[in-house]
């Protein structure tokens, strides 16, 4: 009975010795790959464009959510209908690791379509 009640205290100790590790979030922004996805430090995150993006996944680029509020990305886990959602400004909920940059989604609404987006033109030297 000892045994069992040593036991018992010890694995509470633990527990409350690490906390945890992901918090329940919710943001806006755009789903992406992660060979294109960037932040800008000081910049407003934008989304990548669609075709892009779709291909990238396709050819096996880990899937990304860029966070509005964070201004940061993180890999999706568990969300399978990722590529359905790109090209679309959504609200996503999730649980959030901030210590290795992920997030598992447990729900998508979109908000709006994301409009064609033209990477800007390289200057020509002259």
Not at 13 to 24: M, Q
């Amino acid at each position: 009975m000892i045994r069992i009640i040593g036991v018992a205290v010890l694995a509470a100790v633990s527990w409350s010795a690490h906390p945890r590790e992901t918090t329940t979030t919710t943001w806006t922004g755009w789903f992406s790959d992660k060979q294109c996805a960037r932040v800008t430090p000081g910049e407003v995150p934008r989304p990548n464009g669609t075709a892009c993006v779709k291909k990238c996944l396709a050819d096996g680029s880990p899937a990304v959510f860029i966070s509005e509020q964070a201004k940061a990305v993180y890999e999706v886990l568990d969300y399978a209908s990722v590529a359905n959602d790109v090209g679309h400004h959504v609200e996503i909920t999730g649980e959030v690791n901030e210590k290795s940059k992920t997030v598992s989604i447990k729900s998508v609404k979109r908000l709006a379509e994301v409009p064609a987006i033209c990477l800007p033109r390289k200057a020509v030297k002259k």
